[in-house]
């Protein structure tokens, strides 16, 4: 139907779904549907061994390659990490682990998470999803344009962050819980970090 922005933003609300309420990434016959959508003209669809549908289809391309820089480069203010839903997040991760091949840089996994706190400190439960979006907001806002985040699960981030040494990670963790404070959070955040050497060999 030619709807691929509207395809493509069921898709990551789908896989968001999958990472809040079940904490695991989608089946594999949804991400190959993914991986299938593809910009194609109708003609080129209807005769993919006529050549000049193919040429046509050339010309389509290469008449796009401005709105495909547009979408990809100047669609949002790069302030902050990145955050992304968590099969984009995998392949972010795995872009690291081949970049470390060729260049020596540290990158680290940093594994947060949201609990309610003691009966005594609390009067209430607290409202899991509202404490999740401002969690998010802290991570995104404490962390840099370089560094990438995802949700997993209804109490779980995870951090990519590039070019950083474990022993930072203290501090890193204090900004956020600094600012998720700040944002009026409630709950009680803690984490694990862990160095990355392959990423066949992490959690992930």
Known sequence: MYRYKEALDIYNETMELYAREMGTPPMKEMQECFEELQLTDENHRMDSVDPGSWRKMDRAFMMRRKEIQKAIFQEEEKAGAYYCTYPSFVD???????????????????????????????????????????????????????????????????????????????????????????????????????????????VL
């Open 92 to 202: 972010y991760c795995r872009l690291v682990a081949r970049a470390k091949e060729r260049s020596t840089f540290p990158a680290l996994l940093m594994f947060l998470t949201l609990s309610q706190k003691g009966k005594k400190e609390s009067t209430k439960p607290m409202d899991l999803q509202k404490q999740m979006q401002i969690l998010k907001s802290a991570i995104g806002n404490s962390l840099r344009t370089g560094d990438a985040y995802t949700r997993y699960g209804n109490r779980h981030f995870i951090l990519m962050l590039v070019k950083t040494e474990k022993e930072y990670c203290s501090s890193i963790f204090q900004r956020i819980e600094t600012d998720y404070i700040r944002k009026s959070g409630r709950g009680e955040l803690w984490y694990y970090a862990d160095m990355t050497q392959e990423l066949s060999e992490s």
